[in-house]
T-cell receptor, first 112, second 115 residues
C-alpha cells in the first residue's frame, strides 16, 4: 500500500464550479503538506504549503489538513479553464523538504 | 530570480547506454532533489543532495547515482539504461535548512526516452 493515496480522477467540471481534490496518507510522521499543479509537459508548480493541521486560504484556493483522519484536501472556488492541470499532493515527514512523498495526481479539466 | 533549470530537456538513448542529466538550482538554494515521474508510478523520489553530500536516498537501484558540486549544481547519472527508465526526470531545489517554510521548487524536467 502506498504511503499517500490520491483520488485518481480524472475530474471534469464546468467553469465556475467548486472543485475538491483529496489525499489520504498512512505515515503519522508527515507534518508538511503541499499541493502542486502540473501542466502538461511542465514541472510541478507549488500552489499551497501547510504545516500541521488546519486551513490555509490563498485566493480561490483553500487547503485543509486533518491529521487526526490523515486526510488533506484542496478546494478550488470559481474554477477557470486555466485551472485545467494535474494536481499533486505531497508530504514530508520533517523540516527537510528535500524528500517529499507524492500522490499519483488528479487530472482536472474545467470546461468553458 | 531565475528558476530551476535542467539540461537537456529531451534525450533519446538506447538500452545499455548511460546518461547524465544536469540541474542548476535557484540561487541560494543548497538542496537539490531528483524525482522520476512515469504514468504508472507517479512521482518517485530518487535522492537529495545538500552541500555536496547525499542526504536522502529513495528505493532505486545503484544504476542511478548523483552528485552535487560546490556551486550547488547537481548531476544525476543512469548507467546501463533499461526501457523502464523512460520517464520525466525532475529536479527540485530548496534552501534545505529545515525551516518549516522551506519548500521545493521544480525545474521543467528532462524527458528521457530509452529505445
Amino acid at each position: 500500500q502506498k504511503e499517500v493515496e490520491q483520488d485518481p480522477g480524472p475530474l471534469s467540471v464546468p467553469e465556475g464550479a467548486i472543485v475538491s481534490l483529496n489525499c489520504t496518507y498512512s505515515n503519522s510522521a508527515f507534518q508538511y503538506f503541499m499541493w502542486y499543479r502540473q501542466y502538461s509537459r511542465k514541472g510541478p508548480e507549488l500552489l499551497m504549503y501547510t504545516y500541521s493541521s488546519g486551513n490555509k486560504e490563498d485566493g480561490r484556493f483553500t487547503a485543509q489538513v486533518d491529521k487526526s483522519s490523515k486526510y488533506i484536501s484542496l478546494f478550488i472556488r470559481d474554477s477557470q479553464p486555466s485551472d485545467s492541470a494535474t494536481y499533486l499532493c505531497a508530504m514530508s515527514g520533517d523540516t527537510n523538504a528535500g524528500k517529499s512523498t507524492f500522490g499519483d495526481g488528479t487530472t482536472l479539466t474545467v470546461k468553458p | 530570480k531565475a528558476g530551476v533549470t535542467q539540461t537537456p530537456r529531451y534525450l533519446i538513448k538506447t538500452r545499455g547506454q548511460q546518461v547524465t542529466l544536469s540541474c542548476s538550482p535557484i540561487s541560494g538554494h543548497r538542496s537539490v532533489s531528483w524525482y522520476q515521474q512515469t504514468p504508472g508510478q507517479g512521482l518517485q523520489f530518487l535522492f537529495e543532495y545538500f552541500s555536496e553530500t547525499q542526504r536522502n536516498k529513495g528505493n532505486f537501484p545503484g544504476r542511478f547515482s548523483g552528485r552535487q558540486f560546490s556551486n550547488s549544481r547537481s548531476e544525476m547519472n543512469v548507467s546501463t539504461l533499461e526501457l523502464g527508465d523512460s520517464a520525466l526526470y525532475l529536479c527540485a531545489s530548496s534552501f534545505g535548512q529545515g525551516a518549516y517554510t522551506d519548500t521545493q521548487y521544480f525545474g521543467p524536467g528532462t524527458r528521457l526516452t530509452v529505445l
